[in-house]
């Protein structure tokens, strides 16, 4: 099976709680092993009979991690999680494929700002943790689909927004910054820059909020498994 690897920040808090869940459910595999050997008797067998013994607890064994019902590894557990979480936001249906051209486009898109992570301005994010985890091909596919899809309207909409009213001061100030310096040019072109009303400035944080990340999917799955 296809494994996709995946980097999310997360609150720290969230990490240890996940980390727990993930103790506990390898506590509850040894467990479910130990009682699936002793009820086989492997102990007492030999030869061909150990060895069909122990295919039928490794099939058995398999089958509850498919299903969820064990999940003693990080992996395990974020990805029953994120199917439910797919299927509570109604992101389980089919979807086509990211277009190729966006798929390969580095860095977040559009709209996806400080909102995703708790964070506006110059506010310190939340998300210092990191995890690294992999989800199975079908279940990461499915997972980037809905995402994608699901954010598209926002996303050709906050191009439209942008198109209109620009970078605005702010923006330029900011990439001036980066750069070392700001200059008479920089100043000037932020005079000259439009300023977008109140309601345009609610328009564009309500399309905003409309976009879904893989990261938002990931961080809610986790805090669905420490509850």
């Not at 990490?15 to 727990?20: E, I, P, Q, R, V």
């Not at 509570?88 to 979807?95: F, I, N, P, S, V």
């Not at 809905?146 to 209109?164: K, N």
Request: aromatic letters at 6%; glycine letters at 8%; hydrophobic letters at 40%.
């Amino acid at each position: 099976m296809s494994l996709m690897p995946f980097v999310v920040a997360l609150e720290p808090d969230d990490l240890t709680a996940l980390n727990g869940v993930v103790r506990a459910g390898h506590k509850a595999e040894q467990e479910w092993l130990d009682a699936a050997r002793k009820m086989h008797g492997i102990k007492f067998l030999r030869g061909k009979a150990l060895s069909e013994a122990r295919k039928e607890i490794r099939k058995e064994f398999r089958r509850l991690r498919e299903r969820g019902k064990l999940a003693g590894t990080r992996d395990l557990v974020v990805s029953r999680e994120v199917r439910a979480e797919l299927k509570r936001r109604g992101l389980d249906q089919e979807y086509d494929s990211v277009p190729a051209e966006e798929a390969a486009m580095p860095g977040r898109r559009v709209g996806t700002g400080p909102q995703h992570y708790q964070r506006s301005g110059s506010e310190p994010t939340k998300l210092t943790g990191r995890m690294h985890v992999k989800l199975p091909g079908s279940l990461a596919e499915q997972l980037i689909r809905g995402c994608y899809w699901t954010s598209a309207p926002a996303v050709t909409a906050l191009w439209e927004w942008q198109e209109r009213w620009g970078d605005g001061p702010e923006v330029i100030f900011r990439e001036a910054e980066r750069r070392g310096a700001v200059t008479i040019l920089d100043l000037w072109c932020a005079a000259m820059a439009p300023r977008p009303d109140a309601d345009a400035i609610l328009q564009k944080a309500q399309l905003q909020a409309q976009i879904v990340t893989t990261g938002d999917i990931i961080r809610s799955a986790v805090k669905r498994a420490a509850r």
